[in-house]
């Protein structure tokens, strides 16, 4: 999850549940010259810039600039914009526009204009943040600091990330936050010329639409969040709870590897080809593979596993690999090719940092993050530490909050939720606490799901949901806690599924979202 904010502005004095109305004066909307940038997936694709404010209590002050992009309506009537967010906080939303109208039902797409945008900071948009060029680079300390000496390289590491923010980007610090970025979309709303917005937001881009609700509710027209952010948990304990999640879904990929044992020969016993996989960690440790791939680099690369199992068909080939032949060229392929899935990427991390850390209050005591890290690790080692790293920044971030938002809601209309029953990034307790907290929403589960972003990748009983609603606002109503149950999608199969997992519809969603929320 992490999605943060800042100092925030006037715009909504939204400490710890108390939230006031947008600035008293808003500049005018701003005309958007659209232009042709099509690619060959998304060949009706269009982008344009806007300008907005960097605080929107001071509409006259600096301003930024943020990158959009729209798939016009076809149909005579339109339903007017969908805005779109593949969430992060950190992702861009550029291409998920383009894929966003063209996996809906062409009657449904053609309704809407479908609006994409990098978020302040993000890709794009100006200024783009990029606070530690190469942070990432391997090969890092291992994440688990078993000795004094591992724990000061990683905590140095967190101090020095923090600090170069602090040093390049002083002046925009306090301004990326959630409401900032929600704010934003107020006005990319009033430069389109629509009274009401649409949403389809996935992961942390869940909690930027319940942010945008909570401050405009008299503006949304439909509203849809893909796996939900606990918005009770931002953002320290909603981490704690997504390390032991995908503690769960590694396991489940330990299991999936035994179950094909004929094809990977890593054992029938789960907690065999467990054990099997830590050891190969441990010796990567003292030698990484290639000179890249150490312990916290193997964790980078089998992370993505636990957001999509399409991925788990090649993570297993590279472990096998690995562990039969001492061929170390397919776990370095894999980490190439997954470990900046979870936003790593100097950009997306950047600003992963800047929202997580400035939206609410994280601990400044080191020694509880420690001790939490150390109690989640005894029962859920595969994330405890990396993530704990990997979110360490905030423990000495220059601007933060002292409470967070609250987006309990009774002003919406009807709005639809999705969310999978084993998801490890936004478990499914966020997405009930949410159904609870926005009145009349409605939630459709799928049962026994462990992927992140369950719509529009192939699921045809989740997207039938969704198409119902966006074409009229539909939503299924039901006495429990869900109100509609899909069953989940079909794990993927080696090594046919190889092939295909690189096609599908799931697999290009997935690289899309802005992981790690």
Not at 309 to 328: C, M, N, Q, S
Not at 437 to 459: R, Y
Request: charged share 20%; net charge neutral; with cysteine.
């Amino acid at each position: 999850m992490r999605r943060r904010a800042a100092v925030l502005c006037a715009a909504a004095a939204v400490l710890a549940g108390s939230v006031t109305g947008v600035p008293a004066r808003a500049a005018a909307p701003a005309q958007l010259a659209w232009k042709k940038c099509g690619t060959g997936d998304y060949p009706t694709l269009q982008c344009a810039s806007l300008e907005v404010p960097l605080d929107h209590a001071d509409p006259d002050g600096r301003r930024i600039t943020l990158a959009l992009s729209r798939v016009p309506h076809t149909a005579k009537t339109s339903q007017g914009p969908l805005l779109v967010n593949p969430g992060g906080p950190g992702g861009s939303g550029l291409s998920l526009a383009g894929f966003v109208a063209s996996a809906l039902p062409k009657d449904v797409a053609a309704r809407y204009d479908v609006v994409g945008f990098d978020p302040r900071g993000v890709g794009h948009s100006s200024p783009a943040l990029d606070c530690a060029p190469g942070h990432f680079d391997p090969v890092r300390p291992d994440s688990v600091p078993a000795t004094p000496a591992l724990e000061q390289a990683n905590l140095e590491r967190a101090r020095s990330f923090a600090a170069d923010c602090s040093r390049r980007y002083a002046d925009v610090l306090p301004y990326m936050d959630t409401v900032s970025a929600a704010q934003d979309m107020d006005t990319i709303r009033a430069a389109l010329g629509a009274p009401r917005l649409s949403y389809l937001g996935y992961s942390y881009g869940t909690y930027l639409g319940a942010v945008y609700a909570k401050l405009h509710p008299e503006r949304i027209r439909r509203l849809v969040l893909d796996s939900v952010v606990d918005p009770t948990g931002v953002w320290y304990d909603d981490n704690i709870g997504q390390e032991r999640a995908f503690d769960d879904r590694h396991r489940a990929l330990m299991a999936w590897i035994a179950k094909y044992d004929a094809t990977y020969r890593l054992g029938k016993d789960p907690a065999k080809v467990e054990a099997r996989w830590y050891a190969m960690r441990a010796a990567l440790a003292k030698r990484p593979a290639g000179g890249r791939v150490g312990a916290a680099e193997l964790e980078d690369t089998f992370i993505p596993g636990g957001y999509y199992d399409g991925y788990w068909p090649y993570l297993a080939e590279a472990f096998a690999a690995y562990v039969h032949d001492k061929d170390t060229g397919p776990l370095v392929e894999a980490y190439h090719d997954f470990a900046g899935v979870d936003g790593s990427g100097d950009n997306g991390y950047s600003v992963y940092t800047a929202v997580q850390c400035g939206d609410t209050a994280w601990p400044h005591d080191w020694a509880r993050w420690r001790r939490d890290a150390w109690a989640v690790y005894a029962k859920s080692p595969f994330m405890a530490w990396n993530n704990a790293w990997y979110n360490a920044p905030c423990a000495f971030w220059p601007t933060g909050r002292t409470g967070h938002l609250d987006v309990a809601n009774t002003r919406l209309p009807s709005s639809l939720l999705f969310q999978a029953t084993d998801d490890a990034a936004t478990p499914y307790a966020g997405g009930v606490a949410a159904h609870r907290l926005l009145a009349g929403s409605s939630l459709v589960v799928e049962q026994g799901g462990g992927n992140h972003g369950i719509t529009l990748s192939g699921n045809a009983c989740l997207d039938r949901y969704l198409a119902a609603y966006l074409a009229d606002g539909t939503v299924p109503r039901g006495s429990g806690t869900a109100d509609a149950v899909c069953a989940r999608s079909p794990e993927p199969k080696p090594p046919a599924a190889k092939a295909a997992s690189t096609s599908s519809r799931g697999s290009i969603l997935h690289g899309l979202l802005g992981f790690r929320r």
